[in-house]
């Protein structure tokens, strides 16, 4: 009897034991930024940590906390271990990225975000890992976002009528494309947007469509002006401090890259393509103007854009990175990526859906 009891003290404690084992999983904190309806907080991050936590059998968890920083603080937040992951726009960082501005350059060609993402990682990982442009962190996935759009308060009918208005930009290509057109810049994080234009600071806005219902603008700037292709693409990277990165075991890291990587940048594209229709549906709802430019107006501004993907080779040169093959190499896995199986909803996080 007394060994009876022995052994069931023993199974109880064994169980116990596992039962603490499996609470004490690890857990990555994910600081996050722009609003809590931002595609990137309703889709990306809820549909990665479901992946996460299936790859690592439960080993690994997820979670997500808003308002830890400013966006152009994400940086160093997750380089000082202050959180483990985060997602960077490199436009809000002037100075430290110049190989991200590929994919934001006007293409003037219209192409699915999810490609373009797939397209930038594989770019990456051939030719600016090794740059030194995102030391300190781990670089864990790469996003493009849909095509540029100008929002504004009132109607144009040429590019001539935007000289001198004060309109948002992030940075990166979009400060190339504002002095091009003679607009006068306001950097503003896209959180500050939607008051800027309401206290009249802005007269406008230069995002991508998705920010006309995330960030709400189309219920202050109701013209959108639209180009073919876009103004202009967005950079981001997700990335993870390198020191968490260490301190998972070899079969979580595994289990990890297998639904990080590729799998993650075209994840985060498949959000943009989604979120972009359903800023244009928002949009519409409340009856904003969408604005086509006449063709000699677009060629006026393919004129004006003409120099800027040979200025980026040579500054991609500056880099030790060989800004020629790198620009035919991401074009020609864009177009490779089109041609492959996209993420299907089913799976993917998205209430909306």
Same mark, same amino acid.
């Given at each position: ?77 997750? &380089? ?165 990165? &260490? ?107």
């Amino acid at each position: 009897m007394k060994m009876h009891k022995l052994a069931t003290l023993t199974t109880f404690t064994a169980l116990s034991l596992g039962a603490f084992h499996s609470a004490a999983a690890t857990e990555l904190t994910v600081s996050t930024w722009a609003g809590p309806n931002h595609g990137v907080n309703t889709i990306v991050w809820p549909t990665w940590a479901n992946w996460v936590e299936e790859a690592t059998e439960g080993r690994v968890t997820v979670n997500v906390v808003h308002d830890m920083g400013p966006p152009n603080a994400q940086m160093e937040l997750i &380089a000082d271990g202050v959180a483990d992951v985060t997602w960077l726009f490199h436009g809000l960082m002037p100075g430290r990225f110049e190989l991200t501005k590929l994919p934001e350059l006007p293409t003037f060609e219209d192409f699915s975000s999810e490609a373009a993402s797939v397209a930038y990682w594989r770019t990456h990982n051939e030719y600016f890992a090794d740059a030194g442009e995102h030391r300190g962190v781990e670089v864990i996935g790469m996003g493009v976002h849909g095509p540029g759009a100008l929002f504004l308060k009132d109607n144009i009918d040429s590019l001539d009528d935007l000289r001198g208005k004060r309109v948002r930009i992030g940075g990166g290509v979009m400060s190339d494309i504002s002095n091009a057109l003679e607009l006068t810049g306001v950097a503003l994080p896209p959180a500050s947007t939607y008051e800027a234009a309401t206290q009249g600071v802005i007269d406008g806005a230069m995002l991508t469509l998705e920010g006309l219902r995330s960030f709400r603008l189309a219920e202050v700037l109701p013209y959108t002006v639209q180009m073919p292709g876009g103004f202009y693409r967005g950079s981001f990277s997700l990335v993870m401090n390198p020191d968490t990165w &260490a301190s998972l075991s070899d079969e979580d890291r595994e289990a990890i890259e297998s639904v990080s990587g590729e799998k993650l940048s075209q994840l985060f594209g498949y959000m943009m393509d989604v979120v972009d229709v359903r800023g244009i549906e928002f949009a519409e709802e409340r009856g904003n103007t969408f604005i086509e430019l006449p063709a000699e107006e677009v060629e006026r501004f393919q004129q004006m854009a003409a120099e800027l993907p040979g200025a980026w080779k040579e500054a991609a040169s500056d880099k030790g990175v060989d800004g020629e093959a790198a620009h035919a190499y991401f074009f020609e896995q864009l177009e490779a990526a089109e041609g492959e199986e996209g993420l299907s909803a089913d799976e993917v996080s998205d209430p909306e859906a």
